[in-house]
């Protein structure tokens, strides 16, 4: 093991050249780091093929805001099939080390943000396939739901100075609609090419769009050879968005475009990246041979024609500098701006809540979220606090409860959460019900991962479980129908980390995708009602955990995944 030192002055501990990953992967030498982890260049053992490794930092590595970040870059990595995206192989934790690591693409290259500063501008005709390139890489991205909200030169990778094999790498801060609806505001990427709604202006509806904004400050800086002048102080830097940057310096054959993209108003942008990549620059200024005005056709995210306008408060440096991460995002996103809050199915929410002496605000907020009665059916759990911004992770069948919990948590605490919601099936509630009563409890939940999200009948279910030292560790299937399977038998022997291959099957002809659950439940000592056994009715099963537990007064944690199965 190696040592860097960081420009904090302190030694960071790096992977010795040698070192072996799962026995799949090994380390070659690190190539860079980053705020939440070390990248090496390493190899698959059994081929030699290069990888580009991401390990997260040792002193996160058992942070579970971080860890809940770390996983999302995997998910995103994992759904986008596309050459201009760097390709994702595996995520997974090395049981010795205890850390999750990314294994990716390697990319012989140098980043963007290198060629401009050693070389200067490109030629009109290579800015012009780096601009397709990147349009249609991030287009896949927003095929599936995922807007990038950190496009920059810093995260877009040249191979051997090839723009035409130009790679958009780092996904980390990435926002996804996928498996659920997300709840609350707030800022993420770079202030020098965040989009003016990635500051709360124009209604904060961070779309695609964004990612358009963004990609049209990175392509100015293409041409000109450096960049905008779009930073500053938070003030300046929202002011600088109300309207359009001077594009004085940009090659005539551009500007139409990138006045189109660099326009404050997300409306008045292209209505997609593909848009943008077809782009004719043949065509004379003024007009344009694809329409670029059509309502939000492409545009993965939600949009006012279907009733449904999102509503965002601006952001700052606020949660991620909490989890030492490069630019201190924060994923908080927005509730419908029109929701009728006066409907009496909705309860008022609470008087706001007076500052506690003596307590840490954010022990408060955490508090909060635990103790808060969202009724039947309504799990929500804290990922991430600091004083300002909170992360929450959400389970339950209807969405209502929680935008009443957003408006009341707001209320109380003078900011929005970013709540993401799992909706799951009435049959599922009990799983739900099971976990809310164990929240807040002053045991270590397990930790629990899978690798992907979204499998088709007949994939096989990958993930891990670490009980952190719990005597007992149960591992619970919940199928959308309700059936509870205990598939502890799956979890392959070793040390406290075990991971698991489970193979997932539709048992009914009900069409669509249908919500699964994933529970690991830890005891410090055995409980009956966990041994495995037959599939049994939700309802049934967890009472009767929770009945044993009560009566022998044994603590319980449990932590849940979700997942959807696909026909």
């Known amino acids: ?89 595996v995520f997974s934790v090395e049981p010795v080390l205890r850390r999750p690591y ?63 094999r130009a790679k958009i790498i780092d996904f980390g801060i990435a926002r996804t609609t996928q498996h659920g609806t997300v709840i609350g505001s707030g800022f993420a990427g770079k202030y020098s090419y965040v989009s003016p709604e990635q500051l709360g202006l124009f209604g904060g509806d961070v779309t695609a769009k964004s990612d ?147 307590i840490p605000r954010t022990e408060q907020i955490r508090d909060y979220i635990n103790q808060y009665d969202g009724g039947n059916c309504f799990f929500a759990a804290p990922v991430a606090i600091s004083e300002h911004a909170a992360a929450i992770e959400g389970f339950g069948s209807s ?35 099971f976990l809310a009563r164990l929240r807040g409890k002053n045991t270590r939940a397990p930790h629990l991962d899978i690798e992907q999200e979204d499998l088709h009948n007949g994939d096989v279910l990958k993930g891990m479980v670490d009980r952190y030292g719990a005597g007992q560790v149960a591992l619970i299937l919940v199928s959308d129908s309700g059936t509870v399977q205990n598939v502890s038998n799956l979890l392959r022997p070793g040390t406290d980390a075990k991971n698991f291959n489970i193979g997932m099957r539709r048992v009914n002809s009900i069409a669509g995708r249908q919500p699964q659950l994933l529970i690991a439940v830890a005891s410090p000592s055995p409980i009956n009602a966990l041994a495995p056994g037959e599939p049994a009715a939700a309802d049934q099963f967890f009472s009767r955990v929770l009945g044993e537990a009560a009566r022998s007064g044994t603590q319980l944690s449990a932590a849940a995944r979700y997942f959807v199965l696909e026909q």
């Open 102 to 164: 990314l294994a990716m693409e390697f990319v012989n290259g140098r980043l963007l943000s290198d060629i401009i500063d050693a070389d200067g501008p490109l030629s009109f005709e290579a800015a012009q396939s780096l601009l397709r390139r990147l349009a249609s890489g991030l287009q896949a991205a927003h095929d599936q739901g995922i807007v990038h909200r950190d496009v920059s030169p810093d995260n877009i990778m040249i191979p051997n100075n090839d723009v035409t």
């Open 399 to 433: 969405i209502d409860p929680f935008r009443s919990f957003d408006r009341a948590f707001s209320h109380a605490f003078g900011f929005e959460a970013d709540i993401g919601v799992h909706e799951i099936t009435q049959q599922q509630c009990p799983a739900i019900s």
């Open 1 to 89: 093991m190696s040592t860097d030192r960081t420009q904090a002055g302190f030694l960071r501990p790096r992977l010795s050249p040698g070192t072996r990953l799962n026995g799949i992967y090994e380390i070659d030498h690190p190539i860079g780091l980053g705020g939440m982890g070390e990248i090496y260049k390493g190899h698959l053992i059994e081929t030699g093929d290069p990888v580009a490794i991401k390990m997260m930092l040792a002193e996160l590595s058992e942070n579970e805001a971080a860890f809940t970040l770390f996983r999302k870059e995997a998910s995103s990595l994992h759904r986008i099939q596309h050459d201009a995206v760097v390709r994702y192989y």
């Open 212 to 358: 358009i904004y963004s990609l049209g400050l990175v392509m100015a800086e293409v041409l000109t050879g450096k960049p905008l002048d779009m930073g500053g102080s938070q003030v300046e830097v929202i002011e600088k968005r109300r309207k359009l940057p001077g594009l004085g310096a940009i090659d005539m054959r551009f500007r139409p475009l990138l006045e189109r993209m660099l326009q404050p108003d997300p409306a008045r942008r292209p209505e997609s990246m593909a848009a943008v990549a077809a782009w004719s620059f043949g065509a004379p200024i003024g007009r344009r041979a694809v329409s670029l005005r059509k309502d939000k056709v492409g545009d993965t995210a939600r949009s006012p024609s279907a009733g449904r306008r999102w509503k965002y408060a601006a952001g700052g440096l606020i949660l991620l500098a909490l989890l030492s991460v490069g630019a201190g995002a924060y994923y908080l996103y927005g509730i419908p701006s029109n929701f009728p809050w006066s409907s009496p199915a909705i309860p008022p929410p609470e008087p706001p809540r007076s500052p506690q002496p003596g």
